[in-house]
T-cell receptor
Framework: DGGITQSPKYLFRKEGQNVTLSCEQN?????MYWYRQDPGQGLRLIYY???????QKGDIAEGYSVSREKKESFPLTVTSAQKNPTAFYLC????????????FGEGSRLTVL | DQQVKQNSPSLSVQEGRISILNCDYT??????FLWYKKYPAEGPTFLIS?????DKNEDGRFTVFLNKSAKHLSLHIVPSQPGDSAVYFC?????????????FGKGTRLSVIA
């Protein structure tokens, strides 16, 4: 079945450690996105990529890094520079067309101990 | 500054009645609007959308209304069912500039009471 797979679903990290969240899609979508959800804050855009080997910062990119070496994959690294990393992270993808409809993964919950 | 606002954090409705979720936007460039539904610990799923050339779009129990002059849209769910209990996000984009990322509101938590 086509879809977006995020892993791991739950992750615990000690302060000062970097952690990488995986996002893979088999929908043949060109564009991929990372959002962060916090209670009462809605979905805030971290990074997005419209094509392989290219990505742009979103509204809250500080403390995060991404890569887009393959069309199917868009991993997100939460670095130790991110001050409040505990959150629910959502990966999404879309076609390059104008509809704007996003398809989301199931999410990854990161907890910093 | 929030470009997409959902001013009601929560809403409770009795089963069978109408649920009305509201959304306001400030950016007049937005020309395409979407609603997503989200259950806890899951990713959002697309519900319904509307282009700025329309003022209404209907899909089964869900209808979205757009008032461009007021920069306001609303999602109507009739009749409301317990399974509709979720967080609903309003989102907007402007398609003419290509694949512009969606801008989301903060969401409204709908509780449908049996």
């Amino acid at each position: 079945d086509g879809g977006i797979t995020q892993s791991p679903k739950y992750l615990f990290r000690k302060e000062g450690q970097n952690v990488t969240l995986s996002c893979e899609q088999n929908l043949n979508h060109d564009a991929m996105y990372w959002y962060r959800q916090d209670p009462g804050q809605g979905l805030r855009l971290i990074y997005y990529s419209q094509i392989v080997n290219d990505f742009q910062k979103g509204d809250i990119a500080e403390g995060y890094s991404v890569s887009r070496e393959k069309k199917e994959s868009f991993p997100l690294t939460v670095t130790s520079a991110q001050k409040n990393p505990t959150a629910f992270y959502l990966c999404a993808s879309s076609t390059r067309g104008p509809t704007g409809e996003l398809f989301f993964g199931e999410g990854s919950r990161l907890t910093v101990l | 500054d929030q470009q997409v606002k959902q001013n009601s954090p929560s809403l409770s409705v009795q089963e069978g009645r109408i649920s009305i979720l509201n959304c306001d936007y400030t950016n007049s460039m937005f020309d395409y609007f979407l609603w997503y539904k989200k259950y806890p610990a899951e990713g959002p799923t697309f519900l319904i959308s509307i282009s700025s050339i329309k003022d209404k779009n209907e899909d089964g129990r869900f209808t979205v209304f757009l008032n461009k002059s007021a920069k306001h849209l609303s999602l109507h769910i009739v009749p409301s069912q317990p399974g509709d209990s979720a967080v609903y996000f309003c989102a907007a984009t402007y398609r003419n500039s290509g694949n512009t990322p969606l801008v989301f509101g903060k969401g409204t938590r709908l509780s449908v009471i049996a």
